[in-house]
């Protein structure tokens, strides 16, 4: 049985899940660099962190109910299943990086007076996880069904 979308789709949802997760657990919690919406109080910011919290975890364990479908059904490709978690990865950085960090304005990467170093390697490696996440996607795309290990 064939399930591509499936892997693929999987892996984004636990991608977009397992970044958003470091991001709200290193740079909002331990490192207090921000929070998810710095435009308002400290409070606010404590509330917008803990639903992004949230958010973060209903993609990851979608991805994962996904995932062990995939295995129940010997659908699993695991190289497949990596590409969409390098794509949800660098798809979700690369949009926070620009979206929420230049376009709205709602929080940066942290608050210094030359934020370029940290802006530049935010997207760099957003952009490196969309291009390798790209690649496995695309070499993926047409191969042959390889039932799932143990």
Request: aromatic share 14%; net charge neutral; hydrophobic share 50%.
């Amino acid at each position: 049985m064939e399930r591509s979308g499936q892997n693929l789709w999987s892996g984004v949802l636990f991608g977009i899940g397992l970044v958003a997760f470091i991001d709200e657990a290193v740079f909002h919690q331990l490192l207090h660099w921000h929070h998810f919406y710095d435009l308002g109080t400290p409070a606010a910011g404590l509330v917008s962190d803990g639903l992004f919290h949230a958010f973060s975890w209903f993609a990851t364990i979608a991805g994962l109910f996904l995932l062990a479908d995939l295995r129940r059904w010997g659908a699993l490709r695991w190289p497949r299943w990596a590409g969409g978690v390098l794509l949800g990865a660098g798809a979700f950085q690369l949009y926070d990086g620009t979206v929420q960090h230049k376009l709205l304005g709602i929080h940066q990467i942290r608050y210094v007076d030359d934020i370029l170093p940290y802006d530049l390697t935010w997207n760099i490696a957003a952009v490196a996880m969309l291009a390798a996440g790209a690649v496995l996607t695309v070499r993926t795309r047409r191969a042959p069904h390889a039932r799932a290990s143990s």
